[in-house]
Nanobody
Framework: QVQLVESGGGLVQAGGSLRLSCAAS??????TGWFRQAPGKEREFVAA????????RYADFVKGRFTISRDNAKNTVYLQMNSLKPEDTAVYRC???????????????????WGQGTQVTVSS
């Protein structure tokens, strides 16, 4: 069993930055992704990173603004979010896979363990 705890969310003005953290306990993080869900909208993929960190994947709407990274010594995955926009407002959740693979899927069904989420609010 893996427990994931997100942190780093908050209220920021448009154009600002936040760094989200996803800390894991229970075992080593495999490929891990970030997803978000805004009120009244479907959950959407944001970014993912492979176990070793060499393979990353981003949703088109965050390319050039968000960066996913990991520190395996701390068993933590990060999401650096720059140039934030009001439409980035959502609950952000991290999720990790239960298989050892370099694949970084964008579908939530491929991820076995999920955190509770952290709220990100971007004001205009």
């Amino acid at each position: 069993q893996v427990q994931l705890v997100e942190s780093g969310g908050g209220l920021v003005q448009a154009g600002g930055s936040l760094r989200l953290s996803c800390a894991a306990s229970g075992r080593t993080l495999y490929a891990t992704g970030w997803f978000r869900q805004a009120p009244g909208k479907e959950r959407e993929f944001v970014a993912a990173i492979s176990r070793g960190g060499s393979n990353t994947r981003y949703a088109d709407f965050v390319k050039g603004r968000f960066t996913i990274s990991r520190d395996n010594a701390k068993n933590t995955v990060y999401l650096q979010m720059n140039s934030l926009k009001p439409e980035d407002t959502a609950v952000y959740r991290c999720a990790t896979r239960n298989v050892v693979s370099d694949l970084v899927p964008f579908t939530g069904d491929e991820y076995a363990y999920w955190g509770q989420g952290t709220q990100v609010t971007v004001s205009s």
